[in-house]
């Protein structure tokens, strides 16, 4: 059965910082791209983060970029996100999404098929 | 960035009901649109994925269509445990963006 299990979510001051965990079992981890999308309190769904299997394509959000920091030890079966300077619109819930990759015979796409259960990040002074 | 807009924003039906959705995408997405049902305190769930395959394990009373820039989930009968919200995400290009949900209650 395939599991994705959220870690690290708290209270932190505006400018603080978090690091957050997202621990797979169920499936051979090393062999999928990963996401982070998070949810303010009552509102929509946001994708944060993407990183590839081998870690070596990795894109974020605008409103994260040049402060959170996406990352994965396959050996661990672990996806990480590292938050800094955070501000108290990166108040959300985060899930961890795992991502399956198609292709046809023009063009590549994917699509969120298993979540975490979510781990609450509050910013907040 | 592709904005992708939900109509209705909220809708309410009855138990055995049929019920459409749409998204519309600023931009041709071709099919790569997928939908997502969520229930209150619960990670989303991943419903239909290329505008139209149907998720393993979701009932066939859901269905997707459309392509380019306008498309649809339907659920040709609601069931009580179908009461959700209910978000459309574009994957044909990073950011990958959601449709800001649409809420379907109990009438």
């Known amino acids: 059965e395939v599991q994705l299990v959220e870690s690290g979510g708290g209270l932190v001051q505006p400018g603080g910082s978090l690091r957050l965990s997202c621990a797979a079992s169920g499936f051979t981890f090393s062999s999928y791209s990963m996401n982070w999308v998070r949810q303010a309190p009552g509102k929509g769904l946001e994708w944060v983060s993407y990183i590839s299997s081998s870690s070596n394509t990795i894109y974020y959000a605008d409103s994260v970029k040049g402060r959170f920091t996406i990352s994965r030890d396959n050996a661990k079966n672990s996806l990480y996100l590292q938050m800094n300077s955070l501000r108290d619109e990166d108040t959300a819930v985060y899930y961890c999404a795992r991502d399956v990759g198609y292709c046809s015979s023009t063009s590549c796409s994917n699509y969120f098929d298993y979540w975490g259960q979510g781990t609450l990040v509050t910013v907040s002074s | 960035d592709i904005q992708m807009t939900q109509s209705p924003s909220s809708l309410s039906a009855s138990v055995g009901d049929r019920v459409t959705i749409t998204c519309r995408a600023s931009?041709?997405?071709?099919?790569?649109l997928n939908w997502y049902q969520q229930k209150p305190g619960k990670a989303p769930k991943l419903l239909i994925y290329?505008?139209?395959s149907l998720q393993s394990g979701v009932p066939s009373r859901f269905s997707g269509s459309g392509s380019g820039t306008d498309f649809t989930l339907t659920i040709s009968s609601l069931q009580p445990e179908d009461f959700a919200t209910y978000f459309c995400q574009q994957s044909y290009s990073t950011p990958y963006t959601f449709g800001q949900g649409t809420k379907l209650e109990i009438k």
């Open positions: 931009q041709s997405i071709s099919s790569y």
């Open positions: 290329t505008a139209s």
